[in-house]
Structure formats: structure tokens, C-alpha cells
């Protein structure tokens, strides 16, 4: 109970970071800005420039080489184009550079799209019939809305990719001269979703099914007013994407449960390697190998470290010793990548039976030792029970070169990957 409250202690006001390093990034908050500002660091994009001095291309020029430039060129008029001592004409000598970032907000214009119908006027005299010839005009992304491409695109960024509520939208939009409903822009999103991205999201889970090496992950999401459930009920959300050195496809699948049956229905048809946690969820795919996670191995230690007493000697304590066991092996790992420019598979396994097999054979040899001498239901024992349950899955990595130690590829996901949710709520 002690190490229970001194862990949700720990976790409820301490640092939530799981670096050993000590000299790691604190958060920024409120204050970022100040916190941040450095009067010493140089302008990286206002630079007096001559032709008289010799220009090298640097990392400043390199920031700006692939943005649209737009030049304005400053010269005296022809009456005062005059040499102020002597009144004859002057000559351009030189010309001085000085560079500016412009930034356009977002703008809104109308597109009226206007088909014009065409006749034959001797038809329409003389004849019993008038053939009717209509132009050619672009499908409407939504028929009888004012929604566009552009537009629906714009409001499903600043939803989905910058996490703008809508109804901070429809203000956006209200200071823009454009008065568009929540509801409306809700509207637009989910006819988006279902009928231009639902296309694109089952073609990328056929192409992941394909593959032999994926990874996934499932947290639990809170959706208000979902027919059957209570708001503060649990759902979860699924992931589900590709492993290293391959164009990335990252799919998720909502799910109001954390039943088996749903990753099982997803990867039908999926036969390799999948990197997982330790939920026993995945245990009933067919032809798939699962891989541990050592992360998730790391973190019990971690775990119980921060839930020991204060004074206690951390450094000497078996959650030290556990722990190190763990992040050697990430240690290796690091070191293979940095010995190997463009690190083969190959070379990658090579290296790893070599250096992590005698870790792996130690760090197992010590967790047998340990189980009988640690209370099974303290923090220790369930870190320690972990490992041994997990054994089989943790050493996997061992068998391809292509597979990874950890499957923090699918926990901290980046948003700038293309990811597509079926709930849209």
C-alpha cells in the first residue's frame, strides 16, 4: 500500500519522464516564450547582404531555399537620381539585401462555378428536336454545400491535425466574414470521411496486410453522448502501422471495446511479426509472431523506483540493477546504429547476437535468482513477473534483423503521418 501511494504520488505531481538521464528537458508551460528567449542567438533570417562580399550558402539560406520568394526592388526616381555636390547623374553602385518572413492568414474567397449550356439555333427553328450540349464541370466534393476541396480539406487539418474544437472554428470563420454552423462543419467532416478518405483508408489496410512486420497499440478515448454508453464510460482506439525502413501507413481503428475479437478482425489476413505490449488481446492471431516490448519491461523498474522511500539508496537498490539490465540493451541498440551508416538487417542481427545474447542470458539468470526472494505482489515482484511471463515475446528481436526492441513506434505515434480514424465523432 506504501509503494501504491508513493507511485500515484509520484505520478500525480512528480516528473512523468522515464529518461535516467538527469539532466533531461523539463515541459514548458505558460512561460514558454521566457523560458525559451535568448537575446545572444543570432536572427536566422535578417542578414544585410552586398555583392561586394563573397555569399556562402549556409544553414540560413538552407531554411529558406524552398519558400516562394516575392522581391521588391527600392530605386530613386530619375529627379533624384542627381549627385547632391556636383548635380551630375548618378550610377547604381550596389544594391543591399534585407530578408523578411511574410505570413497570409487564412483567406476566404467565393468560386462560383458557372456551366454553360449550349443549342443549335437552326434546331430550334426548323427542327422537331434541340440537341443540348452541356459543358464539362468538376463534381461537386459535396453536392448542394458550399463545402469545397480546399475548404473541407483546411477544416480536417485544424480538427484532426491541430486539435482545434469546432466551435473555435466557427468563430475563426465568424472573424473571416463566414458564418458557418458547427453543426454545418461537422456535416462537411464526416461526409469527408466517409465518402473520400474511407476509400483511402481500406486501400492502405490492404497494402499493411500484405506486410510481415507491424505494429500495435491500443489507448482508451472518452466519446459524450455515444448511443448505449454512459460519457464516462471507456472506449479505445486502435493503431495499428508499418515497422522501420518502409513508407509509413498508420491506421486507426475505433472500437467501443478492448475485446480480443477486434485486432483479430482487423489483421485477417496478416501473417509475420507484430510488436505488441503485454496484453493477452493478441495471443489468439493466427500466424503471427508477437514481439515484447522492452520499453514496457524498462518501465517496471522505473515504476518502482519512483514508489520507493525516500530513504532509500536508489542507485544499489535490485529496481537499479533490473533497470540497467534493460537499458544496456537499448545502449546496444544505439551503439549498432551509430557504428553503421545505413545499418543492414543483416549486420543489425549479426551484432545483436553478440552483444545483447550475453545480456539477455545474464539479465535471465538474475530475474530466476530474484523471483523467490521478492513478495510476488509488491512493484519488484510484478516488474520481475513481467519479464519471466513476457520471455519469450522480449527475445524475439533476436530472430530478424528488421525487428525492433520496443514498440514505441506505435506509442509515441508523430502527427504528421497520414492517419486516418473511422470514428469521426
Not at 57 to 72: F, H, S, V
Not at 213 to 236: C, R
Not at 252 to 264: I, V, W
Not at 341 to 360: A, D, G, H, I, M
Request: proline residues 5%; hydrophobic residues 35%; positive net charge.
Amino acid at each position: 500500500m506504501e509503494e501504491q501511494f508513493r507511485l500515484s504520488q509520484q505520478k500525480k505531481f512528480g516528473a512523468s519522464s522515464e529518461k535516467s538521464n538527469p539532466d533531461q528537458l523539463e515541459l514548458p508551460i505558460f512561460n514558454e516564450a521566457e523560458l525559451s528567449a535568448d537575446k545572444n542567438v543570432e536572427e536566422p533570417t535578417l542578414e544585410s547582404i552586398t555583392y561586394q562580399r563573397k555569399k556562402y550558402a549556409g544553414q540560413r539560406d538552407a531554411k529558406l531555399e524552398n519558400l516562394p520568394t516575392e522581391t521588391i526592388h527600392y530605386r530613386l526616381s530619375d529627379e533624384e537620381r542627381v549627385c547632391l555636390c556636383c548635380g551630375e547623374a548618378v550610377h547604381e553602385k550596389s544594391t543591399e539585401t534585407r530578408r523578411e518572413l511574410k505570413i497570409i492568414p487564412a483567406q476566404v474567397t467565393v468560386v462560383e462555378h458557372v456551366q454553360h449550356i449550349y443549342s443549335c439555333r437552326q434546331c430550334e427553328r426548323e427542327g422537331t428536336e434541340t440537341p443540348i450540349t452541356t459543358a464539362k464541370m468538376p463534381a461537386a466534393v459535396f453536392p448542394k454545400s458550399l463545402a469545397s476541396p480546399s475548404s473541407m480539406a483546411y477544416i480536417m487539418n485544424q480538427k484532426y491535425v491541430k486539435g482545434m474544437p469546432l466551435y473555435r472554428l466557427e468563430k475563426q470563420f465568424e472573424r473571416l466574414g463566414v458564418f458557418l454552423s458547427r453543426q454545418t462543419i461537422a456535416n462537411w467532416v464526416i461526409y469527408g470521411a466517409t465518402n473520400w478518405l474511407s476509400p483511402l483508408y481500406n486501400r492502405l489496410h490492404e497494402l499493411l496486410l500484405q506486410l510481415d512486420i507491424l505494429h500495435a497499440d491500443e489507448t482508451t478515448v472518452q466519446v459524450l453522448a455515444e448511443p448505449g454508453k454512459a460519457a464516462h464510460s471507456k472506449s479505445y482506439m486502435w493503431m495499428y502501422r508499418t515497422g522501420r525502413n518502409i513508407s509509413p501507413i498508420v491506421l486507426y481503428d475505433y472500437q467501443t471495446s478492448r475485446h480480443r475479437k477486434h485486432p483479430k478482425a482487423f489483421l485477417n489476413g496478416f501473417a509475420g511479426y507484430l510488436h505488441v505490449d503485454g496484453y493477452a488481446g493478441y495471443h489468439e492471431l493466427k500466424d503471427v509472431e508477437l514481439v515484447g516490448c522492452w520499453a514496457h519491461s524498462r518501465r517496471k523498474y522505473d515504476e518502482v523506483l519512483k514508489s520507493l522511500p525516500a530513504n532509500v539508496d536508489k542507485l544499489t537498490s535490485l529496481a537499479a540493477r533490473g533497470l540497467r539490465f534493460c537499458t544496456q540493451l537499448f545502449k546496444i541498440e544505439k551503439q549498432i546504429e551509430d557504428e553503421f551508416e545505413n545499418c543492414t538487417p543483416e549486420q543489425r542481427l549479426e551484432k545483436r547476437l553478440e552483444r545483447s545474447q550475453p545480456v539477455l542470458d545474464a539479465y535471465l539468470a538474475w530475474l530466476k535468482s530474484k523471483r523467490p526472494q521478492v513478495p510476488p505482489k509488491s512493484k519488484l515482484g510484478e516488474a520481475i513477473t513481467y519479464s519471466l511471463n513476457q520471455w519469450p515475446k522480449l527475445v524475439s528481436f533476436l530472430k530478424d534483423g528488421r525487428l525492433e526492441i520496443d514498440n514505441n513506434r506505435a506509442l509515441y505515434q508523430p502527427l504528421n503521418y497520414s492517419a486516418h480514424c473511422r470514428k469521426t465523432a
